[in-house]
């Protein structure tokens, strides 16, 4: 399998509940990413990872907490989510710190 | 920092015509740029980038965009639009190993 797989696609969840979103790369890179794409607004980069060492946290709140085992995985642990945390979240990798390839999402709802 | 405007919230266009979107980018020195598009549903896929070199970049699905310096834009054209090209659109701007995205333009193809 190739490129950058996430999973589920589609999540439901209430707001005492604890999930976590995976996200997986067979391109080889060295950099992962948790981006946030909320209605009609611009993607929100949210973590960075660059072999496995967190780079940049863009003041996410700790109810969301990521984890990256090694270069090829990366999850984002969920608990105690707001409704206004509904949103597409899509995980990227990169070899390089530039040019960026994104999976197809997750498509979280908070009841 | 780096930031990307993209004016056009959404445009319209007939089948077989012309399309043009518009991205304008702030950055003090030469930046990467980025062209991604999204259909529903599904994660960013890399349509074409600039690093360096000639101005007029190429890409798949009979994409290109020229760079201007002067003018700090990178737009995007294709020469005749097929109905598949219906998408949301977005210019980035890479720099300091992250990537900054514009709000998107989505298109709307009419038959």
């Known amino acids: 399998e190739t490129g950058v797989t996430q999973t589920p696609r589609h999540l439901v969840m209430g707001m005492t509940n604890k999930k976590s979103l995976k996200c997986e790369q067979h391109l080889g890179h060295n950099a992962m990413y948790w981006y946030k794409q909320s209605a009609k607004k611009p993607l929100e980069l949210m973590f960075v990872?660059?072999?496995?060492?967190?780079?940049e946290n863009n003041s996410v709140p700790s109810r969301f907490s990521p984890e990256c085992p090694n270069s090829s995985h990366l999850f984002l642990h969920l608990h105690t989510l707001q409704p206004e945390d509904s949103a597409l979240y899509l995980c990227?990798?990169?070899?390089?710190?530039?040019?960026?390839?994104f999976g197809p999402g997750t498509r979280l709802t908070v009841l | 920092a780096q930031s990307v405007t993209q004016p056009d919230i959404h445009i319209t266009v007939s089948e077989g015509a012309s399309l043009e979107l518009r991205c304008n980018y702030s950055y003090g020195a030469t930046p990467y740029l980025f062209w991604y598009v999204q259909s529903p549903g599904q994660g960013l896929q890399l349509l074409l980038k600039?690093?360096?070199?000639?101005?007029l970049v190429q890409g798949i699905k009979g994409f290109e965009a020229e760079f201007k310096r002067s003018q700090s834009s990178f737009n995007l054209r294709k020469p005749s639009v097929h109905w598949s090209d219906a998408a949301e659109y977005f210019c980035?701007?890479?720099?300091?190993?992250?990537?900054?995205f514009g709000a998107g333009t989505t298109v709307t193809v009419r038959a």
């Open positions: 990872y660059n072999f496995k060492e967190q780079t």
């Open positions: 990227a990798s990169s070899p390089d710190l530039n040019e960026q390839f």
């Open positions: 980035a701007v890479g720099a300091d190993y992250k990537l900054s």
């Open positions: 600039y690093f360096s070199g000639d101005t």
